[in-house]
DNA sequence: GTCTATAGAAGGATAGAC
DNA sequence: GTCTATCCTTCTATAGAC
């Protein structure tokens, strides 16, 4: 019973994922969702009450596997190197897996910033660099890395492993036309990124 | 006359642009194009037909713009350290005045790979790494760039000057409260990139 | 070429039966 | 909790006057 009722609950909430993920908010149709879920639209309105707060739903869900699966990051102890190593393998594997995510998080904040400030709500950005400082700070020192430049550096890191899926649609048509596999520069960038990261830090 | 139909065409075909870089072609609205360009709906159907050749109209002329104004980087007679500083001050300023175009680009190009096709059938890719590979012949020998790095390497460029903007939204917002300046950084980005990219390059 | 008025379709949301 | 039927708004597109 309550039992069957968290299961449509469930199926309704991948179904409208799946439709969100592809077509974005604007793009979405409940109509789809239903279709989806194998259910009709009214049925829909009774979980969720609007498009909207089903949206809502569906983003705070995503927001939240993306954050919780990369804060450990920040706790582990390895050297700096080994933690950019670390970071690439992890994020490009995630990422592998769930490729849809970068392109659909950027338009949706772009489109309404509030989204973004409710997750930032929740979370202590200074603590991330914080922990960082504390358990890196000789090797801070002999890379040279003010902390001017750290905005710099962590967006760059960011950059390279989040722009092919963001561009994701570019790249497979691009690739595709230079006859290049778009799975194996995926294997392949999960050491390169980091080489190339840890070369440019370098003295 | 004709002169006045030129006008009305360009004031509506600019409303368009707008109204498209900041909602997409899923959340344009008509009536908003025919409210910004001070006419009535009617007119931008008398003008375009449909909300979709509009579409195609606006995307097609933005895809252009972005082209010819990097096609010539593959011209210039510079190292290729000086090269990649060019790119990443050329880029980097057309991005400054036009920060809307890799959200917008991105985002409808994945929603719509097709769109691509369409704009990749204009152009020679390959002619344009071989010029690369005929000015920089020996370079690339020394710097050790084999030929199947090359999409490595060209992404890692392109990523960390057009990331930040795709991202916009979210930099704007982790920038405002982390007190930076993204103007400031997007200065300093120039000269950063560069830098990065070309230690990373050295053996 | 430009306008007003409106058709016609699509989509989100609700009422009410079961 | 789930369905069918339907309302109502929004939006693209067209007809027709000027």
């Known amino acids: 019973m309550s039992e069957n009722d968290k299961l449509t609950e469930e199926i309704i909430f991948e179904a409208a994922t799946d439709e969100f993920l592809d077509r974005g908010m604007d793009g979405a149709r409940m109509q789809n969702i239903a279709d989806k879920a194998g259910?009709?639209?009214?049925?829909?309105?009774?979980?969720?009450?609007?498009?909207?707060?089903?949206?809502?739903?569906?983003?705070?869900?995503?927001?939240?596997?993306?954050?919780?699966?990369?804060?450990?990051?920040?706790?582990?102890?390895?050297?700096?190197?080994?933690?950019?190593?670390?970071?690439?393998?992890?994020?490009?594997?995630?990422?592998?897996?769930?490729?849809?995510?970068?392109?659909?998080?950027?338009?949706?904040?772009?489109?309404?910033?509030?989204?973004?400030?409710?997750?930032?709500s929740t979370i202590d950005i200074h603590s991330f660099w914080n922990k960082l400082e504390e358990q890196h700070r000789d090797e801070l020192v002999r890379y040279n890395i003010t902390k001017e430049k750290i905005p710099q550096i962590m967006t760059t890191i960011a950059a390279i492993s989040v722009f092919p899926f963001a561009a994701r649609g570019i790249f497979e048509e691009l690739f595709k036309k230079l006859d290049i596999s778009f799975d194996e520069y995926l294997e392949e960038r999960k050491e390169f990124a980091a080489d190339f990261v840890i070369k440019a830090l370098r003295k």
């Open 39 to 120: 259910i009709n639209k009214a049925l829909l309105h009774y979980y969720y009450r609007t498009k909207d707060k089903m949206f809502n739903a569906v983003f705070e869900k995503i927001a939240e596997k993306i954050l919780s699966r990369f804060a450990p990051v920040f706790d582990e102890t390895l050297t700096l190197e080994e933690k950019i190593r670390f970071f690439y393998r992890e994020h490009i594997t995630f990422l592998q897996d769930n490729p849809r995510l970068p392109a659909f998080i950027l338009n949706e904040i772009n489109r309404n910033p509030a989204r973004l400030r409710r997750v930032l």
